[in-house]
């Protein structure tokens, strides 16, 4: 990318409060971690990635996790800072957190917010207590309300998130759950469907017996209504799982969408910069033991050719409801051949892709993405 483009940064603290039944970190549950150690070698993990892209403006940050929310402020005030004084700050630069819904954590969003963040992103999954008991939670409703609505007073914009399609969920359910959850007002919303991931403690309970997956068709009827009824309500899909506001979008997932270039920092923390790949070592002690020795933290580098970027922006771009340019693509790698064209127009009669000058996968589409991606995208 030319001298002057925007860039997204990406921050991960690898700490969590408390295990999660879809989390691959539950093995850096602390509850000891010296601060001061970590404030460094963040900070030197995050000179490395400046020192190699150098004249460009940051237009996102965003904190992620492990638990985030829980990194002390003055932490949090210090990479700001630090990355204010690298970069420099594209004009209204989004500053996310990642935060968990409970009193703990809400406790300190006043002094997140001094410290720079400018907007929260909250876990509260679901808007029944039952189901939180179900998904793992620690939270209760009660607990995460009261977290959003303290988020609220403090944050310039604050989004939530809520997974639906869950075992015994009725359309009639979701759409009261997904009533509430627009009452509240917020600018974002973001709506899974659960899935069963391998590794995780849903996937045991699958391979038990215990858990069964919803419905296809049912799944279907779930996310069409979810579509409708947020588009009513002012926050239309944008992305297949995330609805907003028009200018309320978030700018750093954006920029994954729209292949732009990320910086990964921090323990685990994946990038993509000037055509390469970048992957920062997961296990906390290794994590500080390169950046002792190497100032940073990456464990690996590779370059990406043009055909794996390629496809990367498409698979990330056709999930966004705008589509993608593919003569843009083609002009940023010079490959020509992006799609197979016999499947777009198939798919085309089905109404399931629309192409022009742009290629877009239609609201039809969106329920089976996975499979219109494997057919028109050229590997």
Known sequence: MPTGTPLALYIHWPFCVSKCPYCDFNSHVRSDVDQQQWRAALLADLAHEASLTPGRPLSSIFFGGGT???????????????????????RG?????????????????????????NRVSLGLQALDDQALAFLGRAHDVRE????????????????????????????????????RALSFGTGHLSLYQLTIEPGTRFAALAAKGALAETDPDLAADLFELTRAFTAEAGLPAYEVSNHARPGEESRHNLTYWRYGDYLGVGPGAHGRRCAAASFRRKKPENFLAAVARNRHGIESEDALDPRTQASEALLMGLRLDEGVD????????G????????AVARLSALGLIEAGQRLRVTPAGMLLLD??????VLT
């Open 68 to 90: 985030p929310s829980l990194m002390p402020p003055q932490t949090v005030a210090a990479l700001i800072e630090a990355a204010e004084r690298h970069w420099g700050f594209a």
């Open 93 to 117: 630069i989004e500053i996310t957190l990642e935060a968990n819904p409970s009193s703990v954590e809400a406790a300190r969003f006043a002094d997140l917010a001094a410290a720079g963040v």
């Open 144 to 179: 995460g309300l009261a977290a959003l609505e303290t988020a609220q007073s403090v944050f310039d914009r604050v989004s939530f998130d809520l997974i639906y399609a869950r075992p015994g969920q009725s359309p009639e359910d979701w759409r009261a759950e997904l009533s």
């Open 326 to 333: 593919l003569a843009a693509i083609s002009d940023r790698t």
């Open 335 to 342: 490959i020509r051949q992006l799609v197979d064209h016999a």
């Open 371 to 376: 499979r219109v991606l494997a057919e028109i």
